[in-house]
């Protein structure tokens, strides 16, 4: 797929039009449902002024979290904390697509910005399928006959199929917001495949989504090393062999994580390059924390240990180029921030060309005030992942497919 070829803002003409745009807010959030970073909201902020500049009615619509999680909230603090960063009042709704919805979309007028509630409120919105399933769903006919064009900048929602990503672009006339477009051009000419060691860092929360990456990853043989922390390390050191005691057995069982022991073993055997923590950090029943070998653990892990820092640390100024994704540990809870942020420090110190993703790392980065260190943020983790390794990704597909349909192809 072309994807430098696929439409920009520039290619349309937004004036008194009405305009769709999907954004990425997913934001990490607190114990008051407070946003704790706002980077993401930050980084869909050129886009949103361009086009009300231009005259364009935006209609933006975003996710945040997964239904059953913590951070499964509605959007009305990305509201507020748009408004503050675009200087300008931001409406909101609570609904997407009802009829309070559609009347507020209806009476929106050219230079005006409304935020709908969080589209994952929406079952439909919940499920992959493909962009020919996605264009009946009831969320893209009620909506997408409010609009003249789709806008689609939520790179790091991009390795999803779901209706607000790929079933627009079936019905209607679709480009690249701008962070997308700069995502996409920055990681195709950046990665270079010939450059070696690569050192892929890769941990957080979303463990069957990293494993079916690191397949990709390990078939293509785009990393020469992956060093894993988090839940990830969990699950490869469980695959291992290694008993990680009651709380955190129990743990990995309640996510569903151990179901995929079988296929992180299969990875192991064939010799991918495969790195586990040597140490963790733990806290037990009585909320004592203690740090503990990985073949005797006993309380629940919170984060990687001092003696995994220093090794991964080793490994990782190695490298000519290291991609990190994911946190080491629950760095929401500043006692377990440390691994995080001194392998982020590595990375930045090690002279390596070094990509990072998803919010959270976003966060470590600023707070170790290395911004300028660095060789791309990606706004994207799994997205990220999953373009590195060379899998499509069905948002840009959908894009591909409307330009064609619509006649906005280029080149
Ligand atoms: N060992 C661990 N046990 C439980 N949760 C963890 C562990 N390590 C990391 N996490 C959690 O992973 C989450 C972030 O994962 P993820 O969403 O995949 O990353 P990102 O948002 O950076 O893309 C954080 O909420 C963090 O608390
Ligand atoms: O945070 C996100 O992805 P990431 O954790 O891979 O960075 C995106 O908002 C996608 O969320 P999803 O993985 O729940 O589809």
Redesign the pocket.
Same mark, same amino acid.
């Given at each position: 797929m072309s994807q430098l070829k696929l439409p920009t803002l520039d290619d349309i003409d937004v004036s008194g039009k009405k305009v769709l745009l999907r954004v990425d807010f997913n934001s990490p959030v607190g114990d008051n449902e407070e946003l704790l970073d706002d980077s993401r909201i930050r980084a869909h902020v050129p886009t949103i002024k361009e086009l009300l500049e231009r005259g364009a009615a935006v209609v933006v619509v975003s996710h945040q979290g997964r239904p059953g999680e913590s951070d499964f909230i509605t959007l009305e603090p990305h509201a507020a904390k748009l408004s503050a960063l675009l200087g300008q009042s931001v409406q909101f709704v609570e609904d997407v697509m009802g009829p309070e919805a559609r009347r507020r979309i209806k009476n929106l007028k050219p230079g005006e910005v409304l935020l709908l509630d969080n589209v994952r409120f929406l079952a439909e919105e919940n499920i992959n399928a493909p962009p020919e399933v996605q264009e009946k769903t009831y969320l893209v006919r009620r909506l997408a006959k409010l609009f003249d064009y789709y806008v689609n900048d939520a790179f790091a929602t991009a390795h999803r199929s779901q209706p607000s990503i790929v079933g627009f672009p079936m019905v209607l006339p679709s480009v690249m917001g701008r962070l997308m477009q700069k995502e996409v051009e920055a990681l195709s000419k950046i990665f270079n495949p010939k450059v070696s060691p690569k050192v892929f860092v890769l941990?957080?929360?979303?463990v069957p989504d990293s494993l079916s990456i690191i397949e990709n990853i390990v078939e293509n043989k785009v990393a020469d090393r992956i060093l894993t922390t @988090?839940?990830l390390s969990?699950l490869f050191l469980v695959a291992k062999g290694i008993d990680l005691g009651e709380s955190n057995m129990k743990f990995l069982e309640k996510k569903g994580i151990l179901s995929l022991v079988p296929k992180a073993r299969k990875l192991l055997l064939s010799g991918a390059p495969i790195d586990v923590p040597l140490d963790f950090v733990t806290v037990d029943e009585e909320g004592n924390v203690k740090v503990e070998p990985a073949y005797n653990v006993t309380g629940l892990?919170?984060d990687i240990g001092p003696a995994t820092i220093r090794s991964y640390s080793e490994l990782i100024k190695e490298a000519k180029v290291v991609v990190m994704?994911?946190?080491? @540990?629950?760095?929401?809870d500043p006692r377990f921030r440390k691994g995080t942020k001194e392998l982020v420090r590595a990375a930045l110190e090690s002279g390596a060309f070094t990509i990072f993703g998803? @919010?959270?790392?976003t966060a470590v980065i600023e707070e170790l005030g290395m911004k300028d260190r660095v060789g791309h943020i990606s706004t994207g @983790?799994g997205a990220l992942l999953a373009f590195l390794s060379g899998k499509e990704l069905p948002a840009l597909k959908a894009l591909e497919i409307s330009a064609r349909k619509f006649g906005l192809i280029k080149g």
């Open positions: 941990g957080g929360g979303k @988090g839940l969990e892990i919170r994704r994911g946190p080491a @540990g629950v760095m929401e998803g @919010g959270h790392l @983790g």
